[in-house]
């Protein structure tokens, strides 16, 4: 069976009933919120999700969503690409207060009872939530490729002259003993 293209919008609601997926890719450029954040320009997110009722009837969108983003490592401020592969793990809720009920390993996604919701905007949320408060590259040796560390060279010309000076007095102290 061909795989249904990726709708704009969804009633998420409408969705869990009827057993629903989504799957399909996203261009990032849809994602005005990560695209303010992020430094490349272009890139998709590939969705799988699946929508329906728990044993208990909780209506749920589970899945994942994969990427790759370009953010900036605070430590270097050199590029740092950075893979997202997130667990979606969402119970439906109509209220805040709901939330509160839910089993700790839903997330809840607050959706009107009658309303459409962009899938986008469930996308974004998602990778949003996702990034690391504090981007660094994993390795510091990566940084120092970026120049992170690396001594100033004027820096390093004055710690060698003393060096320089020692040589050139050694033959001298040499011959004067
Ligand atoms: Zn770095």
């Excluded at 983003?69 to 709901?98: F, I, K, M, S, Y």
């Excluded at 009872?113 to 994993?138: K, T």
């Amino acid at each position: 069976m061909p795989t249904p293209p990726l709708p704009a919008r969804i009633n998420p609601w409408q969705l869990a009933a009827e057993d629903g997926r989504l799957t399909g890719d996203l261009a990032l450029d849809n994602l005005p919120r990560l695209m303010a954040i992020v430094n490349q320009a272009g890139g998709v997110v590939s969705i799988d999700l699946a929508a329906g009722k728990d044993a208990q009837g909780l209506p749920f969108i589970v899945g994942r969503l994969q990427t790759e983003v370009e953010l900036t490592c605070q430590r270097c401020l050199g590029p740092l690409q950075w893979p997202l592969d997130v667990a979606v793990r969402l119970a439906l809720v109509h209220a805040e207060a709901e939330a509160d009920r839910l089993p700790d390993d839903y997330e809840p996604l607050l959706a009107p009872a009658d309303g459409a919701m962009a899938v986008a905007d469930l996308v974004e949320d998602e990778l949003l939530l996702a990034l690391p408060q504090i981007p660094r590259h994993a390795d510091q040796r990566e940084c120092e490729a970026h120049g992170y560390g690396a001594p100033d060279p004027a820096f390093i010309a004055e710690q060698r002259r003393p060096f320089k000076l020692l040589a050139s007095l050694l033959p001298d102290s040499k011959r004067s003993s």
